[in-house]
């Protein structure tokens, strides 16, 4: 797996601490919320989230590897007492690349999710109510990459065997993520 970089989440309770990000939920934070900051957003517009844009499905995970930016995300979260949270995301997707500093960091999990910069999780929304069967862990997220595997083997049977769109169909990729502690 590749290191793709950090990801910038508001803070929310919740025992699920997975990678889904859209904020549409009181259970999941959301990612990079100081996006409508114009003095965030250009940079992250034309450097982090360039999922669809400038690359190919797959090709690109909406991480940021500038830990100047991350740092000004960072006084500015804390300037307006915003709760946050900052998580390390690896996946097979090879950019962006980051050499990791060395950080206190808590392995989370493998989650499901896009790779664009709201990080829609299968494993967040399916799970118990589509596929029950699995256990997640305390996180709310797979423990091993053999139980993602699987999962994502019975996801595939059951899109194929129900009606279209009965299951989020998009960019969906494996993360193995970690919590970072400054």
């Given at each position: 797996?590749?290191?793709n970089?950090?990801i910038m989440?508001?803070?929310?309770e919740?025992?699920y601490k997975?990678?889904?990000?859209?904020g549409?939920s009181?259970?999941?934070g959301e990612?990079?919320f100081?996006?409508?900051?114009?003095?965030?957003?250009?940079y992250?517009?034309?450097?982090?989230?360039?999922?669809?844009t400038d690359?190919?499905?797959?090709s690109?995970?909406a991480a940021?590897?500038?830990?100047?930016?991350?740092s000004r995300y960072i006084?500015?979260?804390k300037?307006?007492n915003?709760?946050?949270?900052?998580l390390?995301?690896e996946?097979?997707i090879?950019?962006?690349?980051?050499?990791?500093p060395d950080?206190?960091?808590k392995?989370l999990?493998?989650d499901?999710?896009?790779a664009?910069?709201?990080?829609?999780?299968?494993?967040y929304n399916?799970i118990?109510?589509v596929f029950?069967?699995?256990?997640?862990n305390q996180y709310?997220?797979?423990?091993?990459?053999?139980?993602?595997d699987?999962y994502?083997?019975e996801?595939?049977?059951?899109r194929l065997?129900?009606?279209?769109?009965?299951?989020?169909e998009?960019d969906?990729?494996?993360?193995?993520?970690y919590?970072?502690?400054?």
């Amino acid at each position: 797996m590749f290191v793709n970089g950090f990801i910038m989440q508001r803070y929310a309770e919740s025992s699920y601490k997975g990678i889904d990000g859209s904020g549409l939920s009181e259970k999941t934070g959301e990612n990079w919320f100081l996006n409508d900051d114009e003095s965030f957003e250009k940079y992250y517009d034309e450097n982090i989230d360039k999922t669809f844009t400038d690359h190919g499905e797959h090709s690109w995970v909406a991480a940021c590897t500038d830990i100047e930016y991350i740092s000004r995300y960072i006084n500015e979260a804390k300037r307006r007492n915003i709760p946050f949270r900052i998580l390390l995301c690896e996946s097979e997707i090879p950019e962006p690349v980051f050499s990791a500093p060395d950080v206190r960091k808590k392995f989370l999990g493998y989650d499901y999710a896009y790779a664009n910069g709201d990080n829609y999780s299968a494993v967040y929304n399916e799970i118990p109510f589509v596929f029950p069967q699995f256990t997640l862990n305390q996180y709310g997220l797979f423990q091993t990459k053999e139980e993602i595997d699987e999962y994502i083997a019975e996801r595939e049977k059951f899109r194929l065997t129900h009606p279209p769109l009965t299951l989020e169909e998009g960019d969906f990729v494996v993360f193995k993520l970690y919590e970072v502690y400054l």
